[in-house]
């Protein structure tokens, strides 16, 4: 006789990029977690709202306390908290920590919230050891690793070994992989002409792979990069690695006209 | 006390705006740093690195070095001075930029000179050493190649290891035609070797006659009270040897307990700079001439700047006193990479020049300069010696914010986007309003080619529009 065990209370941080702007990535990340089965309850919060990145990265520490706050309170039930972007889970990870004093006692809270958390492919390729997402996409594509999930979560391999279950998928590594693409949140619209010549670079390495996907894992990044690459005439698709994952491919990728 | 800019040291810009206006304009700049960057500094550096496996493993040691150093700054700059004084050479304390060019205006003018030969040097730049030597009657020569073409452009440097990497061989063999006149016009400058040639040539004889050399340190050993100095043309141990006078201007945090320690240092440094094993030439000098040496001057003289540096160190701007000034950050950085140095507005430029600056200028004049940055990380995951540029950065964009830099439109964006955060009920309401509303615009376009409120974002790129719904308003719906 098997033990029961409780599953694991998955708690999904949306992000605020992906609420307002391409809820089908918060979608297929359901749609990924549900493939693992009994194992996961996996919930979705109403409480949740923005990680406060935009406050912490303006210098206004006030603002990003009171946001993590927030997001402290309302994942403080979860086993783990999924989040579908290296750069709100890096600054959970990474800085909701620095936000608290040592004898603070949120700063206790904050630590146990970045134990809990994941990025998302990360969750799904180390954490649940998924080798089988069911996606299949006949074409070639590209990625772009982002940097505070490279850099802040290591991650690199995660994304490439999920994207090989993907049935006919062929992937063309990019020129210069992680060299940023020149978003930086509110830096593209604080300097957006200088914003605008670094993910001009990008786009060229992008256009050279020749590829049919750009793929990526932080809305941010792909929404910059979709848009230059449709300034640049280029008629490369975008999509986040959830919804490849996910089997969205269908649906019209990030910039895409409905009708073409 | 404060350093304001130095006379005859203004910025070549106040704004960053503007400069990196300017830099993205400049067709053959963008060409040249699309070109040099890349395939070279970045990849030579990899190259190096994959040469010798410690590398990481030096970069540790280099970090726990400095670190150890700052705890004990005091105990090994006086066992330098005590150190160097029995070597004969003499230490000078220089508090401030003003105070360290008093210190050698003085040397020069008791060594009766009238031209200096001056080897490359950061500190001599950060305290416009020349300007204000050509102000008191002594001119001053950079024997640096690059130091040189910035010198007779009247230009700032615009990267720290390669003062003229913004000029291609033309620009810089059309400014050796117009400041060497008494060569023919016509002559083929088109080879960098014949121009190698020629600064060669015209600078040979000013090391002759100079009466003081002036180079920088890259580091002080305090066992030995040796300066030493690493340059690839040769022209540091020209410098130091020829003139009777000898003076190393340095800065407090370049000392190091011991020989053994400089090497550890000088086995990062190259790799990481140029890609090189090693620079070409490395100099040391323990104080002046001795009975029986052939050459070397008669009197030698290091001056010690502060300049705000022990501030630093009592501040959370602490870890940037580990700099090697190997210029690895500056040749990783995006913005670096499309806007050149001369955008900063001071003489150190990119991620080092963004923490340094605000220090040396103030927050008044460089406020934009923290914020210029995409926190990418890259420059702290090539620093030799762990460098947490990108906290550091953000610590002065605390400071910023606290001191009511920035625009008010940001900061009322922030407070209002923080207040509606923290209500989610409300925020949601809000926001999905907001949403429809854009995509109610957006019809079936999958982005705007322009959108009032993000002019500056949709100038060089189209702006993806929302897909529909929030995710909230969707999921509580049942969608799945």
Same mark, same amino acid.
């Not at chain 1, 992906?18 to 919930?43: K, N, Q, W």
């Not at chain 1, 949740?48 to 402290?72: E, K």
């Given at each position: 006789?098997?033990?029961?065990?409780?599953?694991?209370?998955?708690?999904?941080?949306?992000?605020?990029?992906?609420?307002?702007?391409?809820?089908?990535?918060?979608?297929?990340?359901?749609?990924?977690?549900?493939?693992?089965?009994?194992?996961?309850?996996?919930?979705?919060?109403?409480?949740?709202?923005?990680?406060?990145?935009?406050?912490?990265?303006?210098?206004?520490?006030?603002?990003?306390?009171?946001?993590?706050?927030?997001?402290?309170?309302?994942?403080?039930?979860?086993?783990?908290?999924?989040?579908?972007?290296?750069?709100?889970?890096?600054?959970?990870?990474?800085?909701?920590?620095?936000?608290?004093?040592?004898?603070?006692?949120?700063?206790?809270?904050?630590?146990?919230?970045?134990?809990?958390?994941?990025?998302?492919?990360?969750?799904?390729?180390?954490?649940?050891?998924?080798?089988?997402?069911?996606?299949?996409?006949?074409?070639?594509?590209?990625?772009?690793?982002?940097?505070?999930?490279?850099?802040?979560?290591?991650?690199?391999?995660?994304?490439?070994?999920?994207?090989?279950?993907?049935?006919?998928?062929?992937l063309n590594e990019l020129a210069d992989s992680?060299?940023?693409?020149?978003?930086?949140?509110?830096?593209?619209?604080?300097?957006?002409?200088?914003?605008?010549?670094?993910?001009?670079?990008?786009?060229?390495?992008?256009?050279?792979?020749?590829?049919?996907?750009?793929?990526?894992?932080?809305?941010?990044?792909?929404?910059?990069?979709?848009?230059?690459?449709?300034?640049?005439?280029?008629?490369?698709?975008?999509?986040?690695?959830?919804?490849?994952?996910?089997?969205?491919?269908?649906?019209?990728?990030?910039?895409?006209?409905?009708?073409? | 006390?404060?350093?304001?800019?130095?006379?005859?040291?203004?910025?070549?810009?106040?704004?960053?705006?503007?400069?990196?206006?300017?830099?993205?304009?400049?067709?053959?700049?963008?060409?040249?740093?699309?070109?040099?960057?890349?395939?070279?500094?970045?990849?030579?550096?990899?190259?190096?690195?994959?040469?010798?496996?410690?590398?990481?493993?030096?970069?540790?040691?280099?970090?726990?070095?400095?670190?150890?150093?700052?705890?004990?700054?005091?105990?090994?700059?006086?066992?330098?001075?005590?150190?160097?004084?029995?070597?004969?050479g003499h230490v000078h304390w220089a508090k401030?930029?003003?105070?360290?060019?008093?210190?050698?205006?003085?040397?020069?003018?008791?060594?009766?000179?009238?031209?200096?030969?001056?080897?490359?040097?950061?500190?001599?730049?950060?305290?416009?050493?020349?300007?204000?030597?050509?102000?008191?009657?002594?001119?001053?020569?950079?024997?640096?190649?690059?130091?040189?073409?910035?010198?007779?452009?009247?230009?700032?440097?615009?990267?720290?290891?390669?003062?003229?990497?913004?000029?291609?061989?033309?620009?810089?063999?059309?400014?050796?035609?117009?400041?060497?006149?008494?060569?023919?016009?016509?002559?083929?400058?088109?080879?960098?070797?014949?121009?190698?040639?020629?600064?060669?040539?015209?600078?040979?004889?000013?090391?002759?006659?100079?009466?003081?050399?002036?180079?920088?340190?890259?580091?002080?050993?305090?066992?030995?009270?040796?300066?030493?100095?690493?340059?690839?043309?040769?022209?540091?141990?020209?410098?130091?040897?020829?003139?009777?006078?000898?003076?190393?201007?340095?800065?407090?945090?370049?000392?190091?307990?011991?020989?053994?320690?400089?090497?550890?240092?000088?086995?990062?440094l190259a790799r990481t700079a140029t890609g090189?094993?090693?620079?070409?030439?490395?100099?040391?000098?323990?104080?002046?001439?001795?009975?029986?040496?052939?050459?070397?001057?008669?009197?030698?003289?290091?001056?010690?700047?502060?300049?705000?540096?022990?501030?630093?160190?009592?501040?959370?701007?602490?870890?940037?006193?580990?700099?090697?000034?190997?210029?690895?950050?500056?040749?990783?950085?995006?913005?670096?990479?499309?806007?050149?140095?001369?955008?900063?507005?001071?003489?150190?430029?990119?991620?080092?020049?963004?923490?340094?600056?605000?220090?040396?200028?103030?927050?008044?004049?460089?406020?934009?300069?923290?914020?210029?940055?995409?926190?990418?990380?890259?420059?702290?995951?090539?620093?030799?010696?762990?460098?947490?540029?990108?906290?550091?950065?953000?610590? #002065?964009?605390?400071?910023?914010?606290?001191?009511?830099?920035?625009?008010?439109?940001?900061?009322?964006?922030?407070?209002? #986007?923080?207040?509606?955060?923290?209500?989610?009920?409300?925020?949601?309401?809000?926001?999905?309003?907001?949403?429809?509303?854009?995509?109610?615009?957006?019809?079936?376009?999958?982005?705007?080619?322009?959108?009032?409120?993000?002019?500056? #974002?949709?100038?060089?790129?189209?702006?993806?529009?929302?897909?529909?719904?929030?995710?909230?308003?969707?999921?509580?719906?049942?969608?799945?």
């Open positions: 006789m098997t033990e029961k065990t409780s599953p694991l209370r998955v708690g999904l941080f949306v992000t605020c990029l992906v609420d307002l702007m391409r809820p089908s990535v918060g979608f297929g990340a359901l749609h990924l977690l549900a493939r693992i089965g009994p194992s996961l309850d996996v919930l979705v919060p109403d409480q949740q709202t923005c990680c406060g990145q935009p406050a912490y990265n303006s210098g206004d520490l006030v603002s990003a306390r009171t946001l993590a706050q927030n997001v402290i309170e309302t994942f403080e039930g979860f086993d783990r908290v999924v989040v579908p972007s290296g750069s709100c889970a890096g600054m959970i990870v990474k800085h909701y920590p620095n936000l608290f004093a040592i004898e603070d006692p949120w700063r206790a809270r904050a630590d146990s919230l970045a134990q809990r958390t994941w990025e998302l492919t990360s969750f799904l390729a180390e954490h649940l050891d998924l080798n089988d997402t069911g996606a299949a996409f006949a074409g070639t594509a590209t990625y772009h690793d982002s940097c505070a999930g490279l850099r802040e979560l290591g991650v690199k391999h995660q994304p490439r070994r999920l994207l090989a279950t993907v049935e006919g998928l062929t992680e060299s940023c693409c020149g978003f930086g949140g509110l830096f593209s619209l604080k300097y957006p002409d200088v914003s605008g010549a670094i993910v001009d670079q990008k786009a060229q390495a992008v256009e050279n792979t020749n590829s049919d996907l750009l793929v990526g894992g932080d809305l941010g990044c792909l929404m910059n990069v979709a848009g230059k690459l449709k300034r640049r005439g280029s008629k490369m698709r975008v999509f986040h690695i959830a919804e490849v994952l996910a089997n969205l491919t269908d649906a019209c990728g990030i910039g895409e006209d409905q009708d073409a | 006390m404060s350093n304001p800019i130095p006379p005859g040291h203004e910025p070549q810009c106040h704004d960053f705006q503007a400069g990196a206006k300017k830099a993205l304009d400049n067709k053959v700049l963008q060409a040249l740093l699309e070109r040099t960057l890349k395939s070279g500094f970045q990849q030579r550096r990899l190259n190096a690195k994959a040469r010798l496996p410690e590398y990481d493993q030096l970069r540790d040691q280099a970090r726990d070095l400095k670190n150890h150093v700052l705890d004990n700054l005091d105990v090994y700059l006086e066992r330098f001075e005590a150190q160097l004084t029995k070597a004969g401030d930029a003003a105070h360290a060019r008093e210190i050698i205006l003085k040397i020069c003018q008791d060594a009766g000179a009238k031209t200096v030969s001056k080897g490359k040097s950061m500190i001599g730049e950060e305290i416009a050493l020349n300007d204000f030597l050509d102000a008191n009657g002594v001119v001053p020569i950079e024997t640096d190649l690059g130091e040189y073409i910035i010198q007779l452009r009247h230009e700032l440097p615009s990267h720290i290891i390669a003062p003229a990497f913004h000029l291609s061989k033309e620009q810089v063999g059309e400014t050796f035609k117009e400041h060497h006149t008494h060569l023919d016009q016509d002559r083929d400058l088109s080879e960098p070797s014949v121009l190698l040639g020629e600064a060669r040539a015209e600078l040979r004889d000013k090391f002759l006659r100079a009466d003081v050399g002036i180079t920088g340190a890259n580091i002080l050993i305090a066992e030995t009270g040796t300066a030493m100095i690493v340059t690839n043309e040769g022209n540091g141990d020209l410098t130091q040897s020829l003139p009777p006078v000898h003076i190393a201007l340095t800065s407090i945090e370049k000392v190091v307990p011991t020989l053994e320690d400089a090497t550890l240092i000088l086995r990062l090189q094993e090693q620079t070409v030439y490395n100099t040391f000098f323990t104080g002046p001439k001795r009975q029986g040496d052939l050459d070397g001057p008669e009197a030698f003289h290091v001056v010690l700047l502060d300049n705000g540096r022990t501030d630093l160190l009592g501040s959370e701007f602490r870890d940037v006193l580990r700099c090697i000034r190997c210029g690895a950050c500056i040749n990783h950085c995006p913005v670096y990479a499309v806007t050149s140095g001369h955008a900063y507005g001071w003489v150190y430029p990119g991620p080092i020049g963004a923490v340094l600056s605000p220090h040396f200028v103030g927050l008044d004049e460089a406020h934009l300069l923290p914020s210029a940055s995409t926190l990418c990380g890259r420059c702290e995951e090539v620093c030799p010696v762990h460098i947490p540029l990108p906290d550091l950065l953000r610590h #002065w964009r605390t400071r910023g914010f606290a001191a009511k830099k920035g625009g008010k439109m940001q900061r009322l964006g922030l407070a209002l #986007w923080a207040q509606l955060a923290r209500r989610p009920g409300l925020y949601h309401a809000v926001m999905a309003l907001g949403v429809n509303g854009l995509k109610l615009m957006g019809g079936k376009r999958g982005a705007f080619k322009s959108l009032l409120g993000a002019g500056g #974002w949709t100038k060089t790129r189209d702006l993806p529009t929302p897909q529909g719904g929030t995710f909230q308003a969707r999921y509580r719906k049942g969608e799945r």
